[in-house]
């Protein structure tokens, strides 16, 4: 990448220019009135990054926000952000690792302070442009790292949301202890700054190991749209008694939002079991319903599971509160 989003911004031709052609779709070079190498390049890469932002954040595409390719593939889809805000608010927020801000400036309205913070100076230029494209001025970005925040303020947040960096070396990585910073440690080290927490975590990463691993854990919420699991949420309460089991969450939305929402104690956890068989119908989960292994929690009565797995059940009748592909048995 030749150019610096700095040396961009700066101008204020090549950002109204950059704006009018990726909104008016003119992606040809003879629309240009700026004749700029520097231009060329970023306009190359953000025409690119627009017709993927287009799908995933339309809003800030909409609003003519710029990206870079890591920051606009680990921000969340808008559906979720906004699945956020409905249920996060207050007076005071703390975003740690803010990124691109994707999430960030859909909570934002949400509440009457925002503090954001990423040690990423390029992301700091570009989170101010892109707010005050979005409208969103309550929101102050500081280019620091959490733990650096954190350690300098005392004062407790309603909420503090964390998304850290699941990339290493430009490498995805797998399981949280190799996320940076590390959710475990600076949760279990500053957990008093927030009276809530919400912790973005990977599809991938194990919920049992969630579990022992963040003290406080109230909700563990299993997100999934167009039924791909796209993240876990860690739902955390720094000042819960740790008596009670924590509530399993599986939500199935669309690009419309909430379209399917199931609820089961985490605790005890499931117990092997032998598959079964019977029933006139089969029924096969969703990934969110497999990941969480809420049926295996909880089965309705007279459904008996296929395989060890619990990616297969046999079931008396058709119960379309449970997401997924029945099959009638007879007509296999």
Request: glycine share 8%; hydrophobic share 40%; charged share 20%.
């Given at each position: 990448?030749?150019?610096?989003f ?9 950002t109204?220019e950059a704006c ?9 070079a003879?629309s240009?009135?700026?004749k ?5 390049q970023?306009i ?6 627009y017709?993927?932002?287009?799908k ?6 909409a609003?003519?926000c710029?990206?870079?390719?890591q920051?606009?593939?680990q ?10 805000a409905?249920?996060m ?8 690792c803010?990124g691109?801000?994707a999430?960030?400036?859909i ?8 503090f ?11 989170f101010?442009?892109n707010?005050?494209?979005?409208g969103?001025a ?7 790292k959490?733990?650096?925040?954190l350690?300098n ?8 949301y ?12 797998t399981?949280?202890k190799?996320y940076?910073?590390e ?7 500053f957990?008093?700054r927030?009276?809530?927490?919400l912790?973005?975590?990977s599809?991938?990463d194990d ?6 691993a963040f003290?406080g854990?109230?909700?563990l919420w ?6 791909e699991?796209?993240e876990?949420?860690?739902?955390l309460q720094?000042?819960?008694e740790t008596t009670?089991s924590?509530?399993l ?13 199931l609820?089961?104690?985490l ?5 092997a ?6 029933g006139d119908f089969?029924?096969?989960?969703t ?7 809420l ?17 297969l ?8 509160s449970?997401p997924g592909?029945w ?6």
């Amino acid at each position: 990448m030749g150019y610096k989003f700095k040396e961009i911004l700066a101008s204020s031709t090549l950002t109204q220019e950059a704006c009018r052609v990726l909104l008016n779709g003119q992606l040809d070079a003879k629309s240009l009135t700026v004749k700029s190498k520097l231009f060329d390049q970023f306009i190359s890469v953000q025409r690119e990054l627009y017709q993927k932002a287009m799908k995933r954040l339309p809003a800030m595409a909409a609003a003519g926000c710029f990206f870079t390719r890591q920051a606009l593939e680990q921000a969340s889809s808008e559906p979720l952000a906004r699945w956020k805000a409905r249920k996060m608010n207050g007076a005071l927020l703390y975003d740690l690792c803010g990124g691109l801000g994707a999430d960030c400036l859909i909570l934002a309205p949400g509440f009457r302070q925002v503090f954001s913070c990423d040690p990423d100076e390029e992301l700091y230029d570009l989170f101010g442009y892109n707010a005050e494209r979005m409208g969103v001025a309550n929101v102050q970005r500081l280019p620091v790292k959490a733990e650096a925040f954190l350690q300098n303020t005392e004062t407790v947040a309603d909420w503090v949301y964390f998304d850290p960096d699941r990339r290493s070396d430009g490498r995805r990585q797998t399981g949280f202890k190799h996320y940076s910073p590390e959710p475990a440690s600076l949760y279990q080290q500053f957990g008093s700054r927030g009276k809530n927490w919400l912790i973005k975590l990977s599809p991938l990463d194990d919920i049992q190991a969630i579990y022992h691993a963040f003290p406080g854990l109230s909700k563990l919420w299993v997100m999934s749209h167009h039924g791909e699991v796209k993240e876990i949420l860690a739902e955390l309460q720094p000042n819960m008694e740790t008596t009670l089991s924590p509530q399993l969450n599986v939500v199935e939305m669309d690009d419309t939002g909430e379209t399917s929402l199931l609820q089961a104690s985490l605790l005890p956890w499931p117990q092997a079991v032998a598959p079964g068989t019977g029933g006139d119908f089969l029924f096969e989960p969703t990934p969110g319903l497999i990941k969480s292994e809420l049926l295996q929690r909880n089965p309705p009565h007279g459904w008996f599971s296929g395989n060890a797995r619990g990616t297969l059940w046999f079931a008396p009748a058709i119960d379309r509160s449970y997401p997924g592909r029945w099959t009638e048995v007879a007509l296999l």
